[in-house]
């Protein structure tokens, strides 16, 4: 996502860049958007969680605080804590420089990022349905050609390799509202950066380069050869599938349900509307419903799901490799499915170990320009630290 934060995946993924010039301007847009958004230093919250035993156990509740006791006023999280393939919400609020325990499980925020997960799944079913092969060309499917002859293919705009920018050329601060950047990009400036402006920064398959123009791209095309809005598939292919009743594209279904992002300051701010970028990071959901989701990746007979954590780049030096959509990291922990994501006012983070049924959902409305909105980051991995324990060590 156009995000501003700099997560375990992208960290990962720009560690790897060698394009000097491309680090620059990202890191200048950074610095750019941070200025813009401006950080106050929070007094520390005091810790009044309550009534938590039923839902975490006591080394998770002083993680939680740990990583939240300097969020701003109004900040909630929601929490999907799943061990052994069993499910437990917790959510907290900071209300009056208090940490508070809250059910919000079934609360919506702004997933950012993690929506790529779900293009790749979308990209899968079609796939497991052979209405396309991953090594198919993109321009087959477009009804103009790329700039130059430009070859793609979707595996490579799912797993990063395309050699698309982060962001269109067309797509930039001085010309964006940068309280809802993406929202008046639309088909037609689609259209003519891929036929006018293209310039890739590497060929096709030769590197990893996180690009959301990549995935926003795969997005409009997997509509464009159903047919129909990104909207739908989502709903057809994944959230009738697996009961995620709450999760959608569109803010109008989730009104009620809506927790709203707040800035750096924790002042309510606009939600994002992705336009034909939706694939990138459109998605609304709840802890409820991704955990849903997170629990069907258990299921290896799922071909779809277990094709989008194959693995389709390697990282030597980082032990890492790029699925359809989930980073997969290879530590001393095993292995690890994850992606982070974050807007203007809200910031994610999924982590999953398969082969142990374990896993972290956090959804918040802390925002991405926040100084410490890698706390949530760190607050996954802390989490996920604590359910290898036996029940007795995490207690202690």
């Not at 508070?100 to 079934?106: A, S």
């Not at 924790?266 to 419903?289: R, Y």
């Not at 690890?336 to 006012?345: I, Q, V």
């Amino acid at each position: 996502m156009f995000n501003l934060k700099i997560g375990p995946l992208e960290m990962f993924l720009i560690s790897i860049l060698t394009n000097t010039q491309q680090k620059k301007k990202y890191f200048i847009l950074i610095l750019f958007l941070y200025t813009f958004s401006g950080c106050t230093d929070e007094k520390v919250a005091f810790n009044g969680q309550k009534d938590y035993a039923q839902h975490i156990t006591e080394l998770q509740s002083k993680y939680i605080f740990a990583e939240t006791k300097e969020f701003p006023n109004n900040t909630q999280l929601s929490f999907a804590i799943i061990k052994d393939g069993i499910t437990k919400f917790y959510g907290v609020k900071r209300e009056n420089d208090t940490i508070f325990t809250v059910d919000n499980h079934d609360n919506v925020f702004e997933i950012g990022s993690i929506s790529k997960v779900f293009t790749a799944t979308l990209l899968a079913d079609l796939v497991v349905n052979n209405q396309l092969n991953l090594d198919d060309n993109i321009n087959d499917y477009l009804e103009w050609p790329l700039k130059d002859g430009v070859e793609i293919t979707f595996k490579q705009l799912s797993n990063h390799t395309s050699g698309l920018p982060r962001l269109p050329t067309n797509l930039l601060p001085d010309s964006m509202d940068l309280q809802n950047p993406y929202k008046d990009y639309d088909e037609n400036k689609l259209k003519h950066y891929l036929t006018q402006e293209l310039q890739l920064n590497q060929n096709p398959g030769e590197k990893s380069e996180y690009s959301n123009l990549g995935v926003g791209l795969l997005g409009f095309i997997l509509s464009e050869i159903d047919s129909t809005s990104y909207e739908n598939l989502l709903q057809t292919k994944i959230c009738s599938k697996y009961k995620m009743g709450h999760t959608t594209t569109n803010r109008n279904l989730i009104k009620a349900q809506l927790i709203n992002g707040l800035d750096v300051n924790g002042k309510e701010t606009p939600n994002w509307d992705l336009n034909v970028l939706m694939g990138a990071g459109g998605i609304l959901s709840s802890v409820a419903d991704l955990s849903k989701f997170a629990q069907a990746q258990f299921n290896d007979s799922n071909q779809a799901l277990a094709l989008t954590r194959e693995p389709t780049f390697n990282f030597q030096a980082n032990k890492a490799d790029m699925g359809l959509g989930w980073a997969i990291i290879r530590n001393q922990h095993g292995t690890r499915f994850m992606h982070s994501g974050g807007t203007g006012g809200y910031r994610s983070n999924i982590v999953l170990d398969i082969a142990n049924k374990n896993g972290v959902i956090i959804l918040s409305n802390l925002s991405a320009f926040h100084k410490n909105n890698m706390n949530i980051d760190n607050l996954g991995e802390r989490l996920m630290g604590t359910l290898k324990k036996s029940n007795l060590i995490a207690q202690q």
